[in-house]
């Protein structure tokens, strides 16, 4: 059957039943849910009818729709503290901004759980659905399909999957995390640092932060070692951190890169509680700062946008929404480099 003909009986069976369904049209067309959804955004396009969750309604109960009730966005993130609080944040303003409202669904990075939390906002009629999905880059492969068969505008945030994990393109806006390394390391080497210690946690940026400090090795003058040790946080037992300072002395450096400024912060406690001094001894670049400043030496951190990052996903949502079909973006964000006392700000090396 080709296009037009499927395209007529589309729209006969909405005249007479006024809503359709993805999975009933896939039964009486006889053909894919993929050619049906493709079908749709077609004849959306063309303005014969509108896409919603599962589906597809008529013009004019569309029209009654918008008129009647607030545009509603829906966000799922991995965590709504820390990191996202401020994507969040910024999501939220530009969401107020043009009248519109957020439901959020927060993932707690599990997967089972994180789809149950988009069920839960599809299923409340959103216009379009902000994401950052539990998994990350480095884990697309692991993704599976259910993404592919959500049937609003979809913008990802902090991630960027696309073909051939998924069977289609979709926006994102995400933190240039690579060049965010790159920044940090370039700052050490003004100061005349060139053996730099890394110590990374295991989460969803340290794949782009180990991409940027890939390139930094190909193309600056500096020696760098990743350190395999698990840094704690407050309040946990030293000994790793002793562990990571002594691998620190046996290299020779006496800066480090630490992800997260959480971390950095207690490895900086317990390095001034053996004698060190910071920076004399040891410089130290947080990655993140979301209480970096806070810190018992306050750190030099690289800034991740965050809240720009929410504010420019939610704006890019809502201008698809309004304008489907729309070219697929990816945009870029470039973290900064707030320095510190921690690292270079006495020196004051200038940071671009």
């Not at 994180?114 to 216009?127: F, Q």
């Not at 700062?289 to 504010?311: H, M, N, R």
């Not at 201008?319 to 870029?332: D, E, F, G, T």
């Amino acid at each position: 059957m080709l296009a037009p003909e499927r395209h007529e009986l589309i729209l006969r069976s909405l005249r007479r039943h006024g809503r359709l369904r993805v999975a009933e049209l896939v039964a009486e067309l006889g053909v894919s849910a993929i050619t049906v959804r493709r079908d749709l955004a077609e004849l959306d396009a063309a303005g014969l009818l509108r896409r919603v969750h599962g589906g597809a309604i008529g013009t004019s109960t569309a029209g009654a729709v918008s008129h009647s009730s607030q545009l509603t966005l829906g966000i799922v993130v991995p965590s709504a503290t820390s990191y996202y609080s401020e994507v969040i944040r910024g999501a939220e303003a530009m969401a107020d901004r043009y009248g519109a409202r957020l439901v959020l669904g927060v993932s707690s990075y599990d997967a089972t759980i994180e789809k149950e939390r988009v069920d839960r906002v599809l299923g409340i009629g959103v216009a379009g659905l902000l994401i950052s999905t539990a998994l990350g880059d480095g884990d697309a492969d692991k993704l599976g399909s259910w993404l592919d068969d959500v049937d609003v505008p979809v913008v990802l945030m902090e991630r960027a999957f696309g073909f051939p994990h998924t069977a289609r393109e979709y926006d994102h806006v995400r933190t240039d995390h690579a060049y965010g390394a790159i920044l940090a390391l370039r700052h050490f080497a003004k100061l005349g640092h060139r053996r730099i210690a890394i110590n990374l946690q295991a989460t969803v940026t340290a794949y782009w932060l180990r991409l940027g400090i890939e390139q930094a090795a190909s193309t600056m003058d500096v020696d760098l070692y990743i350190s395999p040790t698990d840094l704690p946080v407050q309040g946990e037992d030293p000994a790793q951190i002793d562990a990571f300072l002594a691998e620190c002395e046996s290299f020779g450096t006496r800066a480090a890169l630490v992800h997260s400024d959480e971390h950095a912060a207690r490895l900086v406690e317990r390095a001034m509680e053996r004698g060190l001094r910071v920076p004399d001894d040891l410089a130290v670049i947080a990655y993140n700062d979301v209480t970096a400043a806070l810190a018992v030496v306050p750190l030099t951190a690289v800034s991740p946008p965050k809240l720009a990052l929410g504010e420019t996903a939610c704006e890019h949502l809502i201008r698809k929404i309004n304008s489907r079909p729309a070219a697929v973006q990816h945009l870029s964000l470039l973290p900064d480099l707030r320095v510190r006392a921690s690292c270079g700000a006495g020196v004051r090396a200038a940071v671009s």
